[in-house]
């Protein structure tokens, strides 16, 4: 039960939680509550659950993430992942300045919020007013899922990534990246980046196709993974094969492999990409919810 006392009222500051409400960073005795909560959307929550099942706590990172809990008394009512990125947990927009708080308290500096679009932009607002100036909004991001069968053949050449393989993988996830944000990953150094892409190669999340020169026609990343669902991210075809009708085979390839590791496959994608949009239709996909995504 949220409190009683309205948050929009002209007396009170921007930072001042509602009455009954506090936040504090979630440890490890936090874990079944948070994953509870979670699961109430297993989709539109997949970036935390799948953390949940990685780490096994919802307790602070060795790298310094960590997840702000909203509680009303007792009750766990929200939450919102605080690492590189916010990621809100099934919070409340009523309740987006008290993580806002929270969040600019810490001193940490986040690249990007992204999640169920009402709760992100709400916490964008109030960061807004704290003095965390966005560089892009993207506030119409349709959250899309299949489950079962593609309705398109898939395309056979799509295979699971390999090490052998990274120095010609790792090119095309920084030039998806870049075309993505419009910066590169590589900005301050290729470490964290190069990283990450070599631990989704080793854990098999990493789907791409090489052609008989090794060179990467298309490529796509299981991001977040739990029993239940898989998101895909970083779907990117090389420009040299773009508008030749391959796409849907890919996607459909990507949706068969994803469906080896849990039933149902997600996505999101900027409302604007209309082609992209249509691509995931023709291989099955439907929209089940909006994202949005605030680069900082």
């Keep these: 039960m949220l409190s009683r006392v309205a948050p929009w009222l002209a007396s009170r500051r921007e930072d001042e939680a509602p009455a009954g409400i506090s936040v504090r960073t979630l440890d490890g005795e936090d874990t079944a509550s948070l994953r509870s909560l979670a699961q109430r959307d297993p989709v539109g929550n997949v970036f935390i659950l799948a953390h949940l099942?990685?780490?096994?706590?919802?307790?602070?990172t060795s790298g310094g993430a960590g997840i702000f809990?909203?509680?009303?008394?007792?009750?766990?009512?929200?939450?919102?992942?605080?690492?590189?990125?916010?990621?809100?947990?099934?919070?409340?927009?009523?309740?987006?300045?008290?993580?806002?708080?929270?969040?600019?308290?810490?001193?940490?500096?986040?690249?990007?919020?992204?999640?169920?679009?009402?709760a992100v932009l709400a916490l964008h607002a109030k960061l807004a007013a704290l003095g965390h100036r966005a560089h892009e909004v993207r506030d119409d991001q349709p959250l899309m899922t299949i489950e079962g069968p593609p309705a398109v053949e898939p395309h056979p050449g799509l295979e699971?990534?390999?090490?052998?393989?990274?120095?010609?993988?790792?090119?095309?996830?920084?030039?998806?990246?870049?075309?993505?944000?419009?910066?590169?990953?590589?900005?301050?150094?290729?470490?964290?980046?190069?990283r990450r892409v070599e631990g989704l190669i080793r854990q098999g999340h990493s789907l791409v196709h090489l052609n008989e020169a090794r060179d990467v026609v298309f490529k796509a990343e299981l991001g977040a993974v739990t029993?239940?669902?898989?998101?895909v991210q970083g779907v990117w075809m090389n420009p040299e094969f773009r508008g030749l009708g391959l796409s849907a085979?890919?996607?459909?390839?990507?949706?068969?492999?994803?469906?080896?590791?849990?039933?149902?496959?997600s996505l999101y994608v900027n409302g604007f990409n209309t082609r992209a949009r249509s691509t995931y239709e023709r291989v099955g996909f439907v929209q089940r919810g909006t994202f949005a995504t605030v680069l900082f």
């Design 227 to 231: 029993a239940e669902v898989t998101q």
């Design 53 to 60: 099942r990685t780490a096994g706590t919802a307790a602070p």
């Design 249 to 265: 085979g890919y996607m459909a390839a990507v949706v068969q492999r994803a469906q080896e590791i849990a039933p149902v496959t």
């Design 160 to 194: 699971r990534g390999h090490l052998a393989d990274f120095e010609r993988i790792l090119p095309a996830c920084a030039a998806m990246f870049e075309e993505e944000v419009g910066y590169s990953p590589f900005l301050g150094g290729r470490e964290f980046y190069s």
């Design 69 to 118: 809990g909203v509680f009303d008394g007792g009750l766990l009512v929200g939450a919102c992942w605080a690492g590189a990125n916010l990621v809100p947990v099934q919070l409340d927009p009523a309740l987006a300045g008290a993580v806002a708080a929270a969040a600019n308290r810490s001193g940490r500096r986040y690249a990007s919020a992204f999640g169920p679009a009402d």
